[in-house]
């Protein structure tokens, strides 16, 4: 590892005796499993049905050229919450993060509900995004501690199943609400459902508080903190400082070329010392699982984010149609996580990465062809299906992967380094696939050629994803 400083909160076993491993819905975890499983199903809502509804947001707002900046400031603020919570977490435990994610992120909805300018909205956007980052660090510490052992595992799957639905419904709830409703309340039903959750959390914060969160911390580990949250803080001001200059480039002017080029100079020297040594050469082991898990996620992100938005203004889709065809490729993903958890694939994991890059890869490229030769729309869920099956046959198998790879002692960093490939691929994805749909969008809204373009890239960076999975072998 190279200064790799990031944190994660620790999941080790607890000192108390374990409780009866009656199941999660046991009386003594219910009220913690539901508030879990309801937050863990509103942040999943929120993520699947603005896709949907952002294309009727553009239009609405006079952002259409701007379009991936809703997804891509979320994205960084989400970076930054990530990075704050682990430091967080550590010093003072997961109930101060936990809060606070919920109030910023049902205030930031709130904001963004209520927005009447794009501005407005990204503000909003990128205060929920600060609160989803910490939510979902503290959540995991909450776990560790209000469950014993033997049933972290049954909670961990109802966590991925709680996913599912979201993942099912929401894209057509969104779009039913957009375009029979308003937008709006795509944004503002996420408010009382955390408000709901914030109250159960609230109610057992008896239960989850221990004398960990007020420890002596040592200097040396004080210092280890702030060097993390001012990295974090490093990456994310890059971050954003890429996507604002990355959306003016065309024409060109000397401010946005800056802004630019300052955000790729301070991302360079700012991540790498978040992630293990090696990892931007692909070097053999964790840091090819670790960028594996980055180029999957920039190329899945940023083809996503424009499959609706072609859907709707090419193909004349509504918004609750264009959601059915997000709905089938969770589908694809769904599988394909059932798949990788079978006993067969045990010793495969690195097979399954590769398939999992070939077949998002597959899924990609064919939606730049449906697109480009006037295909039937109904292909585009065909493609996200496969698109979908390579997600969920590789992300899992990055985060089993990166524990198997790592020692003990770097497991927590290990998983914050997962964690921070993922945001960073999403914010990086949705930014290089927003900077070229900003340069070449046509304002009479002819954009196939666009749309096709994007697509083949990020068809090129998932292709990346088969050498990471071969060189994950070691």
């Avoid at 219910?30 to 952002?54: K, Q, Y």
């Avoid at 510490?141 to 993942?167: C, E, H, N, Q």
Wanted: net charge positive.
């Amino acid at each position: 590892m190279d200064d790799m400083t990031a944190t994660t909160p620790d999941l080790s076993p607890a000192t108390t005796a374990p409780a009866p491993a009656r199941g999660p819905m046991a009386p003594a975890y219910r009220l913690v499993t539901l508030a879990i499983v309801a937050l863990v199903t509103t942040v999943a809502f929120e993520a699947m049905a603005i896709s949907t509804a952002m294309p009727v947001v553009a239009r609405e707002l006079d952002a259409v050229r701007s379009y991936s900046l809703a997804f891509s400031v979320m994205l960084t603020a989400q970076l930054l919450g990530i990075v704050l919570a682990g430091v967080w977490s550590d010093r003072r435990g997961p109930l101060p993060g936990l809060i606070a994610g919920q109030v910023l992120l049902a205030g930031g909805s709130a904001v963004a509900g209520l927005a009447t300018s794009f501005p407005t909205l990204l503000a909003g956007r990128f205060v929920a995004g600060l609160g989803g980052g910490l939510v979902v660090v503290a959540l995991y510490v909450v776990i560790g501690r209000a469950y014993p052992d033997a049933l972290r595992p049954k909670v961990f799957t109802w966590v991925s199943a709680a996913w599912v639905l979201p993942a099912l419904v929401g894209p057509p709830v969104a779009g039913w609400l957009a375009t029979q409703l308003s937008w709006r309340w795509v944004f503002l039903v996420v408010v009382p459902a955390v408000a709901l959750t914030l109250l159960a959390v609230l109610s057992q914060r008896s239960r989850l508080a221990d004398e960990c969160d007020r420890r002596d911390v040592a200097a040396d580990e004080r210092a280890a903190h702030r060097r993390t949250a001012w990295l974090g803080l490093g990456v994310a001001t890059a971050a954003a400082a890429l996507q604002w200059g990355s959306q003016a480039l065309v024409p060109p002017q000397a401010w946005p070329i800056a802004l630019t080029a300052l955000g790729v100079v301070v991302l360079g020297a700012t991540a790498p010392r978040l992630l293990p040594r090696g990892t931007l050469r692909m070097a053999r082991g964790l840091p090819s699982v670790v960028l594996s898990r980055f180029l999957l996620t920039a190329a899945f992100n940023g083809s996503l984010a424009f499959v609706p938005l072609m859907l709707v203004s090419q193909r004349h889709l509504k918004a609750t149609e264009a959601g059915i065809v997000l709905t089938i490729g969770a589908l694809g993903w769904s599988f394909g996580s059932w798949v990788q958890g079978r006993d067969a694939f045990l010793r495969r994991r690195t097979g399954l990465v590769m398939a999992g890059g070939t077949s998002l890869t597959l899924g990609i490229a064919g939606i730049a062809v449906v697109a480009a030769a006037g295909l039937p729309s109904v292909l585009v869920g065909v493609c996200q299906v496969l698109a979908g099956l390579g997600m969920g046959l590789a992300m899992s198998t990055t985060s089993v992967l990166s524990l198997q790879l790592a020692s003990e002692a770097e497991r927590g960093r290990a998983s914050s380094a997962l964690q921070l490939a993922d945001a960073l691929g999403s914010v990086l994805g949705i930014a290089t696939s927003g900077a070229v749909f900003a340069a070449l969008h046509h304002a009479n809204g002819q954009d196939t050629r666009v749309f096709v373009l994007i697509w083949s890239g990020m068809a090129a960076v998932a292709a990346l994803v088969v050498l990471g999975g071969h060189r994950s072998r070691t």
